[in-house]
């Protein structure tokens, strides 16, 4: 059976060149799989069929066809894969690398694995071991929580609430990036009290 894999670096006009020469490796070594790039400002694909844009409609019909998403870390992204019932694989960009400007992704993709709407990979390694994972369990990449995106929008939003509503000083990226490192209510993670 053919493995439909679509990749999406979204519209960033910093290149990020590293996650399609990932997958290119990955694929290069598969049987049988369909690719489908979605490269925006980074260099095309070596063995998919390459899109340097594409509209929303157009990405909707590739989270619907496809097997498995891997894609920057992005809210749109991640709701979007969830609404067509995939379990995104993401990877974030990296500012060290001239990928994005800040480490929001690594943040926000942890924020959102945390809340099951996403599988983060930081490495070339994990990216291949959970590519491999969806390739043999077709159910590997499949989300089983509300398609509607809308848990998804309230935690979100209760970030954002938690935010604003902080006291009024310097906020922090420190201070951020804990707010959204923080288990979510129910998750299991973290300690009981």
Not at 21 to 41: S, T
Not at 50 to 55: E, G, L, P, R, S
Not at 120 to 128: F, G, H, K, S, Y
Request: one cysteine or more.
């Amino acid at each position: 059976m053919t493995l439909r894999v679509f990749v999406s670096v979204g519209t960033d006009h910093h290149p990020f060149g590293r996650l399609i020469d990932w997958i290119d490796l990955w694929v290069a070594e598969q049987p049988d799989v369909e690719l489908v790039v979605q490269h925006g400002f980074s260099p095309a694909s070596a063995t998919g069929e390459n899109h340097a844009m594409m509209t929303g409609e157009q990405l909707q019909a590739h989270y619907a066809r496809a097997d498995v998403v891997v894609a920057q870390v992005g809210p749109g992204t991640i709701s979007d894969a969830n609404r067509a019932g995939i379990l995104p694989i993401v990877v974030p960009r990296d500012p060290s690398l001239g990928e994005v400007v800040d480490a929001h992704q690594f943040a926000f993709g942890d924020f959102m694995a945390a809340r099951g709407r996403c599988t983060i990979v930081t490495t070339e390694a994990d990216l291949r071991a959970a590519l491999d994972r969806a390739a043999s369990d077709a159910g590997a990449n499949r989300f089983a929580g509300d398609p509607s995106g809308s848990d998804a929008a309230s935690a979100v939003a209760a970030l954002v609430a938690e935010i604003v509503s902080a006291p009024r000083r310097r906020l922090a990226w420190r201070r951020v990036s804990d707010m959204i490192r923080r288990p979510a209510p129910g998750s299991g993670h973290g300690s009981a009290s």
